[in-house]
């Protein structure tokens, strides 16, 4: 039975006209989910508060010391629901349409993941995955009265700014008041997004369930959420649903997790799942991807005025800088830089988002990119004022859901890295209370490793923080116009403890986009069930993102650096913040000093823009040590492409300041690099794990079969043919030309 009117804060009655589609797919949710009543969230202000309060009612929130946290929750999650579950993750194509032309099982498990995202499930009875429809019905039959004894609250919302021409909708439906609380601050909500739909904007249809339904005089949990791994699914689909087919091609449905991007679903699986889908069959091609957009404004200091002895600046230039790393490798952190003492005369840099990036040209041919989010959801292990104090900021601004972090009896927050020692009375993130000082020891050995135990337990290492990005001290004024940003850098990254230097600039577009598609990265917490520092393929950082053959997501790639203007089409760098040395201490110093890498890349976008061309300085190779002054360098040119000098990144290498920064200087390269006859000289290959990067490399891209273009195979050829002439050798059973692909 429907119920006969959804209840909300504004007039809006079940048989108006003025809810277009949006009606035909509340009906058929509630229809199916059978929820004992319907809310619509109007995206107020008021009615954040009121969800929050409501759920300190029910014991899902705690209110933490609005003295410190004004308007802050803490929630505690089932441990069995603490991050995305990638393995029940599924993109249901057309059929015949898969990620990756072998079916999960075949995917080599040396290559680090089984599931880019999977098609369907895998039946055992049939021998093959579901097809999309067969998956559907099995979304329904989940669906099917999950929503008895509850509420289904249906949020209207917009990734992307309402006014602005990226802007997509959505409608999630969803039996979980907390997710209604994090949509608010991390989408655009409110009724305007209906009267939208009404007029005839499309949507997407995305439904959530926790799976938890409640029998008449069951009480409650404080986290619903289904308890088997296997009963968990978050689909999504891109053909239309035969029963009701004028809701648009594009559908969501996620059962049985309320966390994070299982269950916020206008984060990764509309922004970026979803929409990764549309951007490629859309008739104007663009991109969604994983990235952070910062925002630098270069004002170079051009002499002391003579008169006023004063410092005088040149007119200040601006650039775009995005970055692509896998979740928890530091976009939160690098989106929300802080600019060091020594450039800060110069240098300013805001943030446009940390985590999305739309990707449109503009009339000139230049690469746009709008954060189509609101709110951050960020990692809050290893945030604080000293690693990143824009986002304590942020925080302290309030309005904040944390969620798994440790709380203390004042009702204060706490998480590994936020302050050197934990502090007393503190309450671990399941809720039990840790006995203080435990950690202690006379033995200051003992203790450390105590003390290290301590600290892991009290706050789970994929907690996070739920905030208005509004709230950034460094956010840009104009982040949520609407209006692109022009890209001039895209940087791409993974945790690499070995091998991977520090940063390199390739060459041109396709080269870039073949180390891209090649990025691999340490596992984290970010992902349930995944073996942390296991290394693993991660193409653009975009793996578990990627809405389409994987294949022609890379010719995809290409053909927009095709379409881009010779001018304007950004520069591709990959960069390793990760690197440790043998007793696994990070030999960069990161955070802060990232912004060496991104003032690099701008000051060579400036030289391209000028229209010069980027030479490497003789003065000023990788391992040199003397300082120079050719800061705009692009160093010297490695099999991977250009590597930075010390003093291109304003390190001297004899201070110990810089030495602090950066502990060992073989890291900025994958070769010694000389100067001889005053040119740059690239020396012999520092590390022999080469060969077998690239063999991997080649086994990944094999995946891809005949969706691989030839561009990035020839790319690759000369990749491996680059590395031979800087002397890699194969091993005994192998030979060079082995890593070759064959071109017709
Ligand atoms: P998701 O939100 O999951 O996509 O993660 P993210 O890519 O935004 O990563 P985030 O910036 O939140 O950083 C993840 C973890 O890496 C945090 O614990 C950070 O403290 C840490 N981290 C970030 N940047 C650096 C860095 O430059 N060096 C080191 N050593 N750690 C870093
Ligand atoms: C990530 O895992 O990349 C995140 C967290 O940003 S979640 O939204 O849960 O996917
Ligand atoms: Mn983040």
Redesign the pocket.
């Known amino acids: 039975m429907i119920p006969a009117l959804p209840k909300c804060m504004l007039p809006l009655t079940w048989d108006s006209p003025s809810l277009g589609l949006a009606k035909e797919f509340i009906e058929y949710a509630v229809s199916v989910c059978k929820p004992d009543e319907v809310m619509v969230f109007d995206g107020r202000r008021e009615s954040w508060i009121q969800s929050c309060e409501d759920l300190v009612k029910s014991g899902s929130f705690l209110k933490l010391n609005p003295y410190i946290w004004p308007n802050c929750y803490l929630s505690r999650s089932n441990p069995v629901d603490v991050a995305r579950s990638e393995d029940r993750t599924f993109m249901c194509l057309k059929d015949g349409e898969t990620l990756y032309r072998k079916p999960h099982n075949q995917i080599p498990p040396q290559l680090g993941f089984k599931w880019g995202c999977r098609a369907g499930e895998y039946d055992p009875e049939k021998k093959r995955e579901l097809s999309t429809e067969e998956m559907r019905q099995c979304l329904l039959k989940r669906f099917e009265g999950c929503m008895v004894g509850r509420t289904m609250y249906v949020i209207p919302f917009s990734m992307g700014p309402v006014s602005s021409e990226f802007a997509k909708l959505g409608i999630q439906i969803t039996d979980s008041l907390y997710v209604v609380a994090n949509m608010y601050t991390m989408t655009h909500t409110g009724m305007g997004i209906i009267s939208k739909i009404a007029e005839g904007s499309p949507f997407v249809p995305c439904w959530h369930s926790t799976g938890f339904p409640l029998e008449a005089g069951e009480k409650d949990v404080c986290w619903p959420c289904r308890l088997l791994p296997s009963d968990r699914y978050i689909a999504h689909f891109t053909q239309p649903d035969p029963a009701h087919p004028r809701l648009g091609e594009y559908s969501i449905m996620s059962y049985g997790s309320g966390y994070g991007g299982n269950a916020i679903l206008g984060k990764k699986c509309y922004a970026l799942r979803i929409a990764s889908n549309m951007a490629r069959r859309d008739k104007v091609k663009w991109m969604a991807e994983h990235m952070l957009i910062l925002h630098v404004t270069y004002t170079p200091c051009i002499g002391i005025d003579e008169v006023t002895k004063k410092k005088k600046y040149g007119p200040a230039e601006y650039f775009t800088v995005t970055g692509a ?1 896998p ?8 989106a929300m830089l802080q600019v060091p003492k020594e450039f800060s005369d110069e240098w300013k840099v805001s943030c446009v988002g ?2 999305i990036a739309w990707i449109r040209f503009d009339s000139k041919g230049r690469m746009c990119a709008i954060n189509p989010e609101s709110g951050f ?3 809050a ?3 604080s004022d000293y ?1 990143n104090r824009n986002a304590m900021e942020t925080l302290r601004g309030g309005n904040t859901i944390f969620t798994n972090v440790g709380v203390t009896v004042e009702g204060d927050v706490w998480w590994d ?1 936020l302050t050197e020692d934990p502090p007393k009375g503190l309450v671990d993130w399941r809720g039990h209370r840790m006995q203080d000082d435990a950690w202690r020891d006379e033995d200051k050995e003992k203790e450390k490793m105590k003390k290290k135990q301590f600290i892991k337990s009290a706050a789970h290492p994929n907690s996070r923080y739920t905030t208005p990005c509004a709230q950034c001290p460094i956010i840009d004024p104009e982040w949520n116009t609407g209006k692109g940003f022009p890209i001039d850098v895209m940087l791409f990254g993974g945790r690499r403890s070995q091998l991977m230097p520090l940063a390199v600039r390739t060459r041109d577009w396709n080269q870039g986009v073949l180390a891209a598609a090649t990025l691999r990265s340490e596992g984290t917490a ?1 992902v349930q069930d995944r073996v942390v520092g296991t290394l693993s393929f991660d193409p653009m950082a975009m793996r578990p993102f990627i809405g389409y053959n994987v294949g022609d997501y890379f010719n995809h790639w290409i053909e927009m650096g095709k379409m881009a203007s010779d001018q304007y089409r950004p520069d591709i760098y990959v960069v390793n ?2 690197r440790k040395d043998a007793e696994g201490r ?1 030999l960069w110093e ?2 802060s000093e ?1 912004f060496r890498i991104v003032r690099w890349a701008c000051l060579q976008a400036k030289e391209r823009r000028e229209g010069k061309e980027c030479a490497s300085s003789s003065s000023c190779t990788p391992s040199s040590s003397s300082s120079c002054a050719a800061s705009k360098c692009c160093g010297a040119e490695t099999p991977l492409g250009y590597a930075p000098s010390p003093c291109a990144l304003g390190l001297d290498l004899k201070s110990e300041e810089s030495k602090h920064v950066l502990k060992d200087p073989s890291i900025l390269s994958v070769c010694e690099c000389k100067c001889e006859d005053g040119k740059c000289v690239v020396g012999k290959l520092l590390d022999d794990g080469w060969f077998n990067e690239l063999k991997e490399r080649k086994a990944f891209l094999e995946l891809l079969e005949e969706d691989l273009g030839k561009e990035l195979k020839k790319e690759f050829n000369e990749l491996v043919d680059r590395f031979a002439s800087a002397g890699m050798k194969a091993p005994a059973e192998m030979k060079i030309e082995d890593l070759h692909f064959q071109l017709e």
């Not at 979740?327 to 690098?334: D, P």
């Open positions: 790393f979740s928890a490798c530091g976009k939160t952190n690098l940390d985590d959801f960020g990692v292990p290893g945030t690693t890295g970010a913040w990760f990070f990161g955070f990232n």
